[in-house]
């Protein structure tokens, strides 16, 4: 699969890719919440609530957990 959708924002693998390499330029060495759901990517953990968050902006009260996990490994990004 290569689209899925979150609150009726369509995303593609690619943002999710995207969203990852930010991540790791630019948060990943002050960002510590995230581990028990986190999804990988190149050998690296990587939490899912916030990519989403990158992706589609704001998302309100998001309780994050599995179904947030099977977002991102839907477009096979992550395990």
Do not use: C
């Not at 924002?9 to 690619?14: C, K």
């Not at 969203?19 to 581990?35: N, P, T, Y």
């Not at 986190?38 to 998001?62: Q, S």
């Amino acid at each position: 699969m290569n689209q899925t959708s979150f609150r009726g924002q369509q995303f593609t693998r690619g943002a999710i890719g995207r969203a990852m390499d930010w991540f790791d330029l630019h948060l990943r060495g002050s960002f510590r919440r995230w581990r028990t759901y986190a999804v990988k990517h190149n050998g690296r953990d990587h939490p899912p609530r916030e990519l989403l968050r990158m992706i589609v902006g704001d998302m309100g009260n998001l309780s994050g957990g599995e179904p947030t996990k099977q977002r991102v490994r839907t477009l096979g990004s992550g395990g």
